[in-house]
Every structure is written in C-alpha cells, then in structure tokens.
C-alpha cells in the first residue's frame, strides 16, 4: 500500500463557503457580512492505496502515517495554540482548561437532553497537542487558534469562537462551523485550524487572511517519512486522489528519470466528469425525445 499526503491553498469566501465533505459534514448556514472579507484556507489530508486508480482508497489525515498534532505544528512552527471545544463530554475535561461552561443540549439529535460543556485551553508543542487531541476515531477538539500577540483569552474573544461553533447541529451530516464568524475570529487571531472530515478521518484546515507559505514544510515531512507529497487544485476532502495522482504522475515524469512511486492500475480509468455524464444522458433523452417526436410527425403525414 502506499501512503500520500494531499493538500492544496485556495481562497476562501466565508460568505459563500461551498461544500465539505459530501455527506459528511457541512457549514452552518453563514449570516450576512459586511463587505467581501476574502480569506486563505490551507487544507490537508491524507490516503492509502494500492495503485494510481485509488479504488481502494482510505481517506482521511491518519491514512498518510501522520496525526493531526505533527501537522498543525509543521503549519504552525514553534506557535503557542488555544485548543476549543464545543459540544463536549464532561469526562473529557483537562485539569488545564480554561473558560468552562456546562449547559444542556440534544446531543447528536437524540431526545433527551444531556450535559454538555465548552472549554478552552493553552497548548504548546507536539507533545501537549497530542494530549489534548487525543484522536482514536475522532479528535476531542474542534480546533486551534494562533492569537494574536498580547491577546488575552477574555469574553470578547470567547464570544467570538462561540460564534464559530455555538450553534452547530449534530445531526446527520453535522453542521459545526458558521463561516461568517471566521472573519471576527482572524481580527484576534494569526490563523485558526478547524478539524473537518475526510471521508474516513479527520483533515486539517488552516483559515488565515494572508496565504500559508508552508508547502516546502509539508513536502519535507512527507519525503522524510517516505509519503508522498500530492498538491490538490482544490481540498482533498472534495476531491478524487485518482485524478491528483495522474496529475503528480505527469510532473514526476517530466523531472525525474525515476519511477513513479504509485503502480499503475491494472485497467485505464474510465473516469469522466459527473457533469459530463449528466449531459451526455441529457443530450441522450433529448435525441430520443425528438426521434419519437419525428417518427410521430411522418405517421402523421403518411396518414
């Protein structure tokens, strides 16, 4: 099997955020917002294959051999984070939390009301993001922010990242950012990594109001664990890795006289653009259409 790590930057319209992950996740519905506040999202993820038709894939960050931690911290080197949490478990509160607010709430759209809590806690290095992390199948966090230098963890930036996640759903699929409030939370923030989901694990998005300069990071991981690096036109978690490994097969190719790393699939792909296909069955049911409406009109005449 081999391993790869996908990513790709794009802007980012809070306003007009499009989709996540398909059928796994989606935003909360963005309010209005003044002006066209244009941002940058960083996303990366991850996949396990046998070969270049992908067919086979598990997608999602863990399926590259790296966590979460080791990737924010290669995104965001040497950065003091604040971890958020919303919809928590009570059990699940670290002795370090800071701000935390236990309320009542239907918990994954179930009938009765169960205790949850929020909380917020000051992290730094690998070592501590790994442990409030704590990713077995889902990470116990929502994500992290950079703050700004000589910003304080006080109620106007915590009002702020209640804008953020307070009014997600849990719900199939869930609803956990509102992308209007990103804009709010970058006036007091570097960046802020939101945990998205892949379709079998989580992937990391990075939000910023300047574009991320951490490609050359992302690759020199990926090459040191033997992974390979693959850069996406868009985010991965929307995307198909077999369209992205001819793409990445066609620029090794014209810059290595090695082979390419992924075998290739023992058929051709037969892929062709949903759309495309939709409009060839349209096109389709439009020439029967008429050759039914054409034989009609001849029986007419010859009547």
Not at 21 to 31: A, D, K, N, S, T
Request: aromatic residues 6%.
């Amino acid at each position: 099997m081999v391993r790869a790590l996908g990513y790709s930057q794009n802007t980012f319209d809070p306003a007009n955020p499009g989709r996540l992950c398909r059928g796994r996740e989606r935003w909360i519905e963005p309010f209005d917002l003044e002006g066209e506040p244009t941002l940058y999202r960083l996303v990366v993820s991850g996949a396990e294959f046998s070969d270049d038709s992908a067919a086979d894939a598990r997608r999602g960050l863990g399926h590259s051999g790296f966590d979460i931690a080791s990737i924010v911290t290669t995104l965001l080197p040497r950065r003091d984070l604040v971890a958020f949490v919303e919809d928590g478990h009570p059990a699940d509160i670290p002795d370090e939390a800071e701000g935390v607010e236990l309320y009542t709430g239907h918990r994954g759209g179930g009938r009765s009301e169960e205790l949850m809590v929020r909380w917020f806690q000051h992290v730094s290095g690998l070592t501590a993001l790994r442990q409030v992390v704590e990713e077995d199948e889902a990470p116990h966090v929502l994500g992290f922010a950079a703050l700004q230098p000589g910003v304080e963890l006080d109620e106007d930036v915590r009002q702020r990242f209640f804008l953020l996640t307070g009014m997600g759903s849990l719900d199939s699929p869930p609803a956990r950012f509102q992308p209007a409030a990103l804009p709010d939370v970058l006036e007091v923030a570097k960046a802020v990594v939101l945990l998205h989901r892949d379709k079998h694990g989580p992937v990391v998005a990075v939000y910023t109001r300047e574009p991320l300069e951490a490609e050359a990071r992302l690759r020199e991981l990926a090459q040191e664990a033997g992974t390979l690096p693959v850069r996406f036109a868009i985010p991965p978690m929307l995307a198909r890795w077999d369209r992205a490994l001819a793409e990445a097969r066609e620029a090794w190719m014209a810059s290595s006289d090695e082979e390419f790393p992924v075998p290739a699939a023992p058929e051709p792909s037969t892929w062709e653009p949903r759309r495309g296909r939709r409009r060839g069955r349209d096109r389709a049911g439009l020439s029967e259409e008429a050759s039914r409406l054409e034989r009609r009109a001849r029986s007419g005449d010859e009547e």
